[in-house]
């Protein structure tokens, strides 16, 4: 039998203040029951909303995500989920045609031990549209960011949700057996094949119920959906279900968007949301279910509220995966510079980090425009105080030399360079064994101080690039700075996506000392 172990009360507070998708009432009017509770990303204090326009080619991608901290699971996630399905657009893309690729985001339910959020896609490409939507659950005493299946006490619950969701199409949209779509259909097929099996049985006298079986199979061999490995596997399997897209309603039952077309007998061809009502929620929802239930139920969306989870954030982070994604790291050396605030101009329009190896003396110069980098997202490296030659020098001496630089970006941004770029490229033993920093070469040289042809450049960059590379420039020649539109909409144009070093390694990826060309190595 299905664990019913965590019935409890149901006790219903609406937000105050929370925008829900169906009717988009404002806070002085009060939800309808069946409405999902989708929180939008602004309703925090703390949480900034990026969000960012590309038209390149013949195509337009847009998004807009929570920003909180970089380092945050959640946001880390939703960002690689978001990059992901960018990539999968743009190198789909057809011949013709002005594709459109629109991301969103918006909080399920928001507290101190569990955030849920959805990602929202949508093509468009001339009246043609396609929709996919997909939910994440961030549990904080695990700091895991877990899949849908995540809020499921078990694999049989799994089956009875998507039975509740088939029973609400049947009664309330009047869609036959034959018409269930996808899972829904094969859910529906099998728990009618275990129902046909058992009344055969009772009519020849048998006293197993075919039913029971069913679940006790299902139970026998059903992974712990706790673990975040065994959800994600489970998530993969059911690939497609409805319940991806899965909120809690105003009434603590649950919100089952389907998307255009799945349900044929609603008009207009809308997206409609099915609603389960509370009491069925009770036998199948786990521990996190009900602790994310009681999140979106509960009044955490007020004017002015602080995102509840500052206090947990890990001290360290990374805004995307790169071990899951097409990833380079555009590095510049020898500044900053006078133009090195036209080329962050130029990074904005494609919402592109980079790292900027900085000189110590310079610091002091523009700390400005080290204020800005760091406020934008870019990195700060350390290029030593006056590009001298590092392997020329002692031990002490390239210690005093690097402990000089990073102090006096520690004073201008509050943090010291995470990593070390030698003038020339040139180390030694002593070097490595001299830093408490890694060391970062590349693997791609434009070459860009010697042609001073932004042309050459552009096209050094783009024919040589691939995925985690490491590419080499100088933000004190105006002709880099000119080859750097080019060399972002092609590589944008192929998928990649621009991020800083320390994101293309992976924190685990880099140890003090550690000479690195690019992630390719190892």
């Known amino acids: 039998m299905i664990d019913t172990s965590l019935r409890r009360k149901l006790s219903v507070t609406v937000a105050v203040g929370l925008l829900l998708t169906s009717g988009c009432q404002g806070p002085e009017e009060a939800p309808a029951p069946t409405d999902a509770i989708r929180i939008p990303l602004d309703s925090f204090a703390g949480v900034a909303v990026e969000s960012m326009t590309i038209e390149a080619g013949h195509s337009t991608v847009s998004y807009s995500y929570p920003r909180v901290a970089a380092s945050h699971p959640l946001m880390s996630e939703m960002r690689t989920r978001m990059a992901e399905r960018r990539t999968e657009f743009l190198e789909a893309l057809p011949d013709k045609g002005s594709p459109e690729l629109r991301q969103d985001a918006s909080f399920l339910a928001v507290s101190s031990q569990v955030v849920g959020a959805r990602i929202t896609s949508e093509v468009s490409s001339g009246v043609q549209k396609d929709s996919e939507n997909r939910t994440l659950w961030y549990d904080a005493s695990s700091q895991e960011v877990l899949p849908w299946t995540s809020l499921f006490t078990d694999e049989a619950a799994l089956e009875q949700a998507h039975l509740a969701v088939v029973r609400v199409l049947q009664e309330e949209h009047d869609v036959p057996l034959q018409q269930l779509p996808g899972l829904l259909g094969e859910v529906a097929s099998r728990a009618d094949g275990a129902q046909a099996t058992e009344e055969a049985a009772t009519e020849e006298g048998g006293s197993s119920s075919g039913e029971n079986q069913e679940v006790s199979s299902l139970e026998e061999e059903s992974r712990d959906l706790s673990d975040p490995e065994q959800a994600a596997e489970v998530a993969q399997d059911w690939a497609g279900s409805p319940l991806e897209d899965l909120a809690f309603s105003a009434a603590g039952g649950l919100a089952v968007n389907m998307a255009p077309g799945e349900v044929p007998q609603a008009s207009g061809g809308e997206e409609v949301v099915l609603s389960v009502e509370a009491g069925s ?217 621009f991020v800083t070093v320390t994101e293309l390694f992976g924190l685990d990826g880099m140890d003090s000392g550690e000479v690195l060309t690019d992630a390719r190595m190892g």
């Not at 380079?328 to 050396?333: G, R, S």
């Not at 962050?344 to 190896?357: G, N, P, Q, S």
């Not at 943090?415 to 020339?424: A, D, M, N, V």
């Not at 042809?453 to 002709?479: N, R, W």
């Open 281 to 497: 929620v009770e036998g199948f929802v786990s521990e996190l279910g009900f602790t994310a239930r009681d999140a979106a139920l509960g009044n955490h969306a007020e004017d002015g509220a602080e995102f509840p989870l500052e206090d947990s954030l890990p001290e360290e982070g990374i805004g995307m995966d790169c071990a899951r994604l097409k990833c380079v790291a555009l590095t510049f050396d020898d500044g900053p510079g006078e133009h090195t605030g036209r080329l962050m101009d130029i990074l904005a329009e494609y919402d592109a980090r980079a790292t900027f190896y900085v000189l110590g003396r310079l610091v002091g110069e523009f700390p400005e425009i080290l204020q800005r980098m760091d406020a934008e997202g870019h990195e700060l490296g350390n290029h030593t105080w006056k590009h001298d030659d590092l392997a020329d020098m002692s031990a002490e001496q390239v210690r005093a030399d690097i402990t000089r630089t990073n102090e006096a970006v520690r004073e201008v941004t509050g943090s010291e360079p995470p990593t070390i770029r030698p003038p020339y490229g040139s180390l030694n033993d002593t070097v490595s064994g001299a830093v408490e920093q890694p060391l970062i070469l590349w693997d791609v040289d434009t070459q860009d101080w010697q042609s001073r042809d932004s042309g050459k450049v552009a096209d050094h960059a783009l024919a040589h690039s691939e995925t985690g590379s490491v590419v080499l420039l100088h933000d004190i020649h105006e002709q880099s700075v000119e080859a750097v539109p080019e060399v972002l909409e092609g590589l944008h144009e192929q998928g990649y996506h």
